[in-house]
């Protein structure tokens, strides 16, 4: 469809497409919608590495590609490392990286090819200082393989290797503060995104493509297939999940923390909000609820105070 | 330009970071591991005293991601190299594969160490051919010189069929020694290996592509089959590279087996590696005391050198295959090779199996004279004694 020029000049957002119709992914995907974001922010000079995860899938198969980008399918727990020796390459044959004008060379990678299996490449990539920017989108488990916990499952959420039963077994651990890791490794800049808030995204996505050295997003992507959630409600959970501070928006910039949603005014919504649309926490039980609510205060509180110590 | 070479004593490790640096390579990414260490150290230094151009360097945190840096970087279009050895072998082995899925002409020096447990860390060939089913080619170095020929000469192999290469050396006997190598003044280089051609680069941006989707069983069995007709096509690649190498430089590597005083030969000693060079001693000694013998050197196991073994098989009664390797269960891996490329054809030598020198176990002159004392007693008897015999066993 056409977009007439008056509308176009309104948007805040990219208007070209450069993620085709036709990709694989499940309805109400919400990493399809960011991988579509990612591609409106960069443009087709971006060099792409996914490793094993829905996203393989969803970019389609031989001969097919969803991307209008250079894409290379990676190993599980190879992102880190692979987005280095793409960098590596492009500087060795004197091209521009990063930059306004550079190439994007961008890790797309899942919580676990990040949290998990893929942390060891991802803390070398960081630690390196390479020019390219490592994207996990966060849908809280191993959704490829059909729903099995990763270290970024949540508190109380059933998997189907941390199932509800009737010794009432679920996920024991809360989720593992990736970003904290990356930031302990003091990168130039990284920062938490959500699909639900484009505008944020993108401008995020573009901070991370003007500054030098690696850059990081963590990007809340729900996921209707395995969260047990209704297709339509995955922006709506999203929004939820920033709503409760469950998964609050921020910017670490070279030592200083920003937060950008939710207000630190407002007190944040309870959590059974962004929990009961949700079919993943059913198994959960009012004192579950309450740890969850508990942690979930008391990450917020830290952020608050690091953003107020260090803004 | 004449050739005049370049005489310098280096180690093995010292003569592979020279053909890298002769080679042009773009993108090092390595991991250090005994007895492979002094590589990539050495590379280090040649980037710290400015002797390299437009060489990336990237001490990445394990040898996965050493292979999978190298994969990103040949992907986008760079010459890449690392090195590597035992565990750090088997650590890459994921990405072996996909090097040569991803047809990418990487080129590797393995150090042939042993695996542990028990730690050892001296010289066995099961790490580098336990990754024989991995689309690699392997090179096996007979001493200091052929692991700078190797490189260079897999660099030109490696990017004419886009596959990767792997050059073996072994542990400590070559990499830690040294010796005399004629190295190549770096025009010549240049002439026998120009820049490097990709197939495909990531950085072709009007044509976007994405490399390693999802193959579906209506086309997975096709990839394969290409990987096995790139295989086939080395076979002549290596012929023809290693001809021109020995027109431009002096020493012929046209052969996949070179041949050491076989013509009149009734038995060989058939090997791969260092061990080669010992064996060739054995045959001058033995040659003096009325045997008739000779040494056939397996340099390309992969791609296998199946007409060249058919053709020495044709013509000898008997071949010692000496492994220094064990592929549990079965028997030596070169030995187990060599027998399954005769099965179907009418060349059938008597050939008995010598597990040797496993773990940097000695192996001398004298092991290949008993050797040889056995093996004309099989072949006069008509009848093997055993098989597989693991030689120095302690009894
Ligand atoms: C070495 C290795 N181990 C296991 C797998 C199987 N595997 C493929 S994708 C996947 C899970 C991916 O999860 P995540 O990174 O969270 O992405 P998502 O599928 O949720 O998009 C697993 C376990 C693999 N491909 N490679
Ligand atoms: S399983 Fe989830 S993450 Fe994967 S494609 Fe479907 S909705 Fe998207």
Not at chain 1, 254 to 275: A, D, Q, V, W
Request: some cysteine; overall charge neutral.
């Amino acid at each position: 469809m056409e977009i007439p020029e008056n509308v176009k000049k309104r948007l805040s957002i990219p208007a070209e497409e450069h993620f085709y119709a036709g990709h694989t992914a499940c309805q109400g995907c919400g990493a399809s919608l960011g991988l579509r974001y990612v591609l409106k922010a960069y443009g087709k000079k971006t060099i792409f590495a996914i490793p094993a995860c829905c996203s393989t899938i969803i970019a389609g198969p031989w001969p097919y590609s969803a991307l209008d980008a250079n894409l290379f399918h990676t190993a599980f727990e190879t992102t880190g490392a692979v987005i280095s020796g793409i960098e590596a390459a492009l500087k060795a044959k004197g091209y521009k990286v990063k930059g306004e004008d550079g190439i994007m060379v961008v890790g797309w990678a899942g919580d676990g090819g990040t949290a998990d299996i893929g942390l060891q490449a991802l803390s070398g990539f960081l630690e390196r200082g390479h020019d390219a920017v490592y994207i996990m989108y966060d849908n809280e488990a191993y959704m490829n393989t059909g729903i099995q916990r990763s270290g970024s499952t949540p508190y109380g959420a059933w998997t189907t290797n941390t199932p509800g039963g009737k010794k009432h077994f679920l996920e024991k651990r809360h989720k593992k503060k990736v970003i904290d890791i990356v930031i302990a490794h003091e990168i130039p800049y990284a920062a938490t995104a959500s699909i639900a808030y484009p505008e944020d995204f993108i401008r995020k996505l573009k901070k991370a493509q003007k500054t030098p050295g690696p850059s990081f997003i963590q990007l809340f992507a729900p996921c209707p297939t395995g969260w047990r959630s209704p297709t339509d409600k995955s922006i709506e959970l999203a929004r939820l999940a920033v709503q409760t501070a469950y998964f609050p928006l921020f910017e670490y910039e070279n030592g200083r923390y920003k937060i950008n949603m939710p207000s630190t005014k407002k007190e944040p919504k309870p959590i059974e909000e962004f929990l009961k649309l949700q079919g993943r926490f059913k198994y959960m039980t009012k004192e579950d609820i309450e740890i969850l609510q508990q942690w979930v205060l008391h990450e917020w509180e830290k952020l608050k105070k690091l953003a107020e110590v260090f803004g | 330009m004449e050739y005049k070479p370049i005489r310098k004593v280096v180690s093995g490790n010292y003569a592979a970071a020279y053909a890298a640096k002769h080679a042009r390579v773009e993108v090092v990414a390595a991991y250090p591991i005994t007895p492979q260490t002094s590589i990539i150290e050495k590379i280090a230094e040649f980037i710290a005293n400015g002797e390299v151009e437009n060489l990336q360097y990237v001490a990445v945190e394990s040898e996965h991601s050493a292979m999978a840096a190298c994969i990103g970087a040949s992907a986008a279009g760079a010459r890449a190299f690392t090195a590597t050895s035992a565990q750090g072998l088997a650590l890459m082995h994921e990405m072996l594969h996909w090097a040569s899925g991803a047809r990418l002409p990487i080129v590797m020096v393995n150090v042939n160490r042993a695996m542990a447990p028990p730690w050892s860390v001296w010289d066995d060939q099961t790490d580098s051919l336990a990754q024989r089913d991995t689309g690699w080619m392997q090179f096996y170095a007979e001493n200091n010189q052929e692991v700078y020929d190797g490189v260079l000469m897999s660099f030109k192999v490696a990017e004419t069929v886009n596959l990767p290469a792997m050059v073996v050396e072994s542990a400590f006997i070559l990499s830690h020694t040294y010796d005399i190598v004629e190295m190549i003044p770096q025009e010549l280089v240049d002439e026998f290996l120009p820049p490097r051609k990709p197939l495909y680069t990531l950085t072709d941006f009007d044509k976007p592509f994405s490399v390693g989707a999802l193959g579906t069983p209506a086309d997975y069995y096709e990839f394969r089959y290409k990987i096995e007709k790139a295989m086939e096509e080395a076979r002549e690649v290596i012929r023809k590279v290693g001809k021109e190498f020995g027109e431009m430089f002096g020493r012929d590597y046209s052969q996949m087996i070179e041949l050491y005083r076989t013509d009149d030969a009734d038995f060989v000693f058939m090997g791969m590696g260092s061990l080669m060079g010992t064996v060739k001693q054995a045959v001058d000694v033995l040659r003096e005391e009325g045997y008739k013998v000779g040494a056939a050197k397996v340099r390309w196991f992969r791609p296998f050198p199946k007409d060249e073994l058919y053709e020495l098989a044709k013509n000898v009664k008997g071949i010692a295959v000496l492994d220094r390797n064990f592929s549990f269960g079965q028997e030596g891996i070169l030995f187990n090779e060599a027998k399954g490329v005769l099965y179907n054809t009418d060349a059938h030598p008597i050939m008995k199996n010598y597990i040797v020198g496993l773990g940097g176990r000695d192996f001398t002159v004298n092991d290949v004279k008993k050797i040889a004392d056995n093996m004309k007693a099989i072949i006069e008897k008509g009848e093997l004694d055993v098989e597989v015999d693991w030689y120095h066993l302690k009894r």
